[in-house]
């Protein structure tokens, strides 16, 4: 019933911009924080960011906090990763994905339950 849809994933040049979106739908009351993830070829996946259930925390990597902000609309059920100043580094499929959270979210894959399919994001010279 639950269902996450990524969206926004492109080709993009060294130091350029994407903003992400993630879709939520089947959140009958919405107490579900909200997580990004990615995997380069060879690579484990990898906590991005997250944000809690009610919106006011946030999390990133080390390699985003800088970078990357997570934010949410409540009206449009969608949660954006906006990511600037791109790296070929960054570039991994980008999934979203959810669990059923009172306060905090966390950056390890093992503690969400739902999964978007995941949308492509390649940086390049």
């Known amino acids: 019933q639950l269902q996450l849809v990524e969206s926004g994933g492109a080709l993009v040049q060294i130091g350029g911009s994407l903003r992400l979106s993630c879709v939520k739908s089947?959140?009958?009351?919405?107490?579900?924080?909200i997580g990004w993830f990615r995997q380069a070829p060879g690579k484990e996946r990898e906590g991005v960011s997250c944000?809690?259930?009610?919106?006011?925390?946030?999390q990133y990597t080390d390699s985003a906090k800088a970078r990357f902000t997570i934010s949410a609309d409540q009206a449009k059920s969608t949660v954006y990763l906006q990511m600037n100043k791109l790296k070929p580094e960054d570039t991994a499929i980008y999934y979203c994905?959810?669990?059923?959270?009172?306060?905090?979210?966390?950056?390890?894959?093992?503690?969400?339950?739902?999964w978007g399919q995941g949308t492509q994001v390649t940086v390049s010279s």
């Open positions: 994905a959810a669990f059923f959270s009172g306060r905090d979210c966390y950056l390890s894959p093992d503690e969400y339950d739902y």
């Open positions: 944000i809690s259930a009610s919106g006011d925390r946030a």
């Open positions: 089947g959140f009958s009351f919405d107490y579900y924080a």
